[in-house]
């Protein structure tokens, strides 16, 4: 059991007038909050989603002062470099009985994903020659789940030498609370990547959120096409990345 599954299990037992999956999404959705509007660029209607969870805790406020950001410290730590890299919120959120088996959450554990990642990239000599041939190495998720995939992936890249710069990650599920997991590590890891909520099968792009990580939002250029950087910016001047 990692160290912030038993930090999450202790807060949960001391504060039982809280659900665990609302302890837990809130805790998500506040550090992809202060990830997103600290890192990347603010946004009016995450700042006003933050606010409302402060609220939801009025009775217990080191719950939103001590608690979550020692969380959050945790989750750092676990994340700060390739070799430690883990599901840590994929694997608190299989531990803890949280998913939903109506919707198919049965995360991979991560050293199945690792070996799978390892399997189908490739030898680095492909990779690179890939490279030199596109500019860039391209890899979209569909189903991403808490990103453990994306992770994995990123870490085989990461011991092949592979300069950051020239990998792209598209992670896309349709929960919200596995969608901010995913953002929240992929963040902390320094995964340049797009992460979205929306149904992958249905392909309804124009009503997905999509929101760049910070190693990607602060690249000077992102490319989805192999041409020219397709990217815009909204009516808020928050980078976006154009479609089609």
Request: glycine share 6%; hydrophobic share 45%; aromatic share 10%.
């Amino acid at each position: 059991m990692s160290e912030f599954t038993t930090k999450f299990k202790k807060i949960a037992s001391q504060n039982y007038a809280y659900r665990s999956f609302d302890l837990f999404s809130d805790f998500i959705l506040m550090a992809k909050v202060a990830l997103h509007n600290q890192l990347v660029a603010m946004d009016d209607d995450l700042e006003a989603q933050y606010m409302q969870v402060v609220a939801r805790y009025e009775d217990k406020p080191e719950i939103i002062s001590e608690a979550f950001p020692e969380l959050m410290a945790t989750l750092t730590l676990d994340l700060d470099h390739p070799s430690k890299f883990t599901d840590v919120l994929g694997e608190t959120f299989m531990g803890l009985d949280l998913g939903n088996a109506y919707r198919g959450q049965f995360f991979t554990p991560f050293h199945l994903s690792y070996m799978m990642a390892q399997m189908t990239m490739g030898d680095e000599a492909s990779i690179r020659h890939h490279i030199e041939q596109k500019g860039m190495v391209k890899i979209s998720e569909p189903a991403c789940g808490s990103g453990g995939m994306v992770l994995a992936g990123f870490k085989t890249l990461c011991e092949m030498g592979i300069n950051p710069d020239k990998v792209f990650f598209w992670a896309n599920d349709i929960d919200h609370v596995v969608s901010n997991m995913a953002y929240v590590q992929l963040s902390l890891a320094g995964v340049p990547a797009v992460v979205s909520t929306g149904n992958s099968l249905a392909m309804d792009e124009d009503n997905w959120e999509k929101r760049f990580t910070p190693a990607l939002a602060n690249r000077s250029h992102a490319f989805w096409c192999d041409e020219t950087p397709n990217l815009e910016h909204d009516d808020k001047g928050q980078l976006i990345l154009a479609l089609g």
